[in-house]
């Protein structure tokens, strides 16, 4: 009793580790993202980003004239600049905001999410002095948790409607696998590891606190032992046949003494006259 105890209480304590692991990684952080729109389902597309927050992303980009790094997080500061969600950094530490995650919009479907962050820093002398934003297209790619942040295009040449757009590939918007598993197979499965634990743990207890040799080693075997006798004297009592219970009929043989001349039958009446 003392083993299965032991092992009683180490697989609770293991849950309770694997309960309170989770709930310290389940957090909140896409709830600091604060949209144009409030919906309830903007915000379920939201919580999709989870596990890329509090981590940031970064892609440097190389020109003719300058070179700086276009820094990114999820619902969080990408650089020193407050509300910062995607920000340009150059050689020298400079930071221009491109959007805010405090100013936002998103879009998502079955296996992509489209965020884009706005009221960023207003263009000096093109696209009309407008603000900057800056659009991040995330893609499901199984595999893979957080991909490289890769610029697509820094559209900054037309009139009005400048935008800046990047993309990232991420297991986290990925739909998720059916189980092909019946219900059936999940009780067989499931039946079979409570069977494994059972032997294996009582295998050990009979061995190494009782002391038993042998068969006598598995476990209840007393129990079950009884069992399987009782079951094959069921099955032999119900399937095997055994004929009347009553004493069997023996042959009994035709007798050796003469049989005796009964009456003489006369037929003299049928000879011809």
């Given at each position: 009793?003392?083993?299965?105890?032991?092992?009683?209480?180490?697989?609770?304590?293991?849950?309770?580790?694997?309960?309170?692991?989770?709930?310290?990684?389940?957090?909140?952080?896409?709830?600091?993202?604060?949209?144009?729109?409030?919906?309830?389902?903007?915000?379920?597309?939201?919580?999709?980003?989870?596990?890329?927050t509090n981590r940031t992303f970064s892609v440097p980009v190389k020109s003719d004239t300058d070179s700086y790094?276009?820094?990114?997080?999820?619902?969080?500061?990408?650089?020193?600049?407050?509300?910062?969600?995607?920000?340009?950094?150059?050689?020298?530490?400079?930071?221009?905001?491109?959007?805010?995650?405090?100013?936002?919009?998103?879009?998502?479907?079955?296996?992509?999410?489209?965020?884009?962050?706005?009221?960023?820093?207003?263009?000096?002398?093109?696209?009309?002095?407008?603000?900057?934003?800056?659009?991040?297209?995330?893609?499901?790619?199984?595999?893979?948790?957080?991909?490289?942040?890769?610029?697509?295009?820094?559209?900054?040449d037309k009139l009005n409607n400048c935008f800046y757009l990047f993309e990232l590939d991420s297991s986290a918007?990925?739909?998720?696998?059916?189980?092909?598993?019946?219900?059936?197979?999940?009780?067989?499965?499931?039946?079979?590891?409570?069977?494994?634990?059972?032997?294996?743990?009582?295998?050990?207890?009979?061995?190494?606190?009782?002391?038993?040799?042998?068969?006598?080693?598995?476990?209840?075997?007393?129990?079950?032992?009884?069992?399987?006798?009782?079951?094959?004297?069921?099955?032999?009592?119900?399937?095997?046949?055994?004929?009347?219970?009553?004493?069997?009929?023996?042959?009994?043989?035709?007798?050796?003494?003469?049989?005796?001349?009964?009456?003489?039958?006369?037929?003299?009446?049928?000879?011809?006259?």
């Open positions: 009793m003392a083993l299965f105890q032991a092992i009683h209480l180490t697989l609770t304590s293991a849950i309770l580790l694997v309960i309170l692991a989770e709930k310290g990684q389940a957090s909140d952080n896409t709830k600091n993202c604060k949209l144009i729109e409030e919906s309830p389902n903007a915000r379920k597309v939201l919580s999709k980003l989870e596990p890329l790094t276009y820094l990114f997080q999820v619902c969080g500061n990408a650089g020193k600049i407050p509300d910062g969600g995607l920000v340009q950094r150059n050689a020298s530490g400079k930071e221009v905001l491109v959007g805010k995650y405090t100013a936002m919009e998103v879009f998502g479907g079955s296996d992509w999410v489209m965020l884009i962050y706005k009221n960023g820093m207003p263009y000096s002398n093109h696209c009309g002095k407008e603000d900057r934003k800056a659009i991040i297209m995330i893609s499901c790619e199984r595999g893979v948790s957080a991909g490289e942040l890769e610029v697509v295009v820094e559209e900054r918007v990925c739909p998720a696998i059916p189980s092909h598993l019946s219900v059936g197979s999940v009780l067989l499965i499931v039946g079979f590891s409570l069977l494994a634990v059972y032997l294996i743990g009582g295998f050990l207890y009979q061995r190494l606190v009782v002391g038993a040799k042998g068969v006598e080693q598995f476990p209840n075997y007393t129990f079950w032992r009884e069992i399987g006798n009782l079951t094959a004297d069921g099955c032999d009592f119900v399937c095997r046949s055994r004929g009347s219970r009553e004493e069997p009929p023996t042959y009994r043989g035709v007798a050796t003494e003469p049989l005796g001349e009964g009456p003489e039958e006369r037929d003299d009446h049928l000879l011809p006259m």
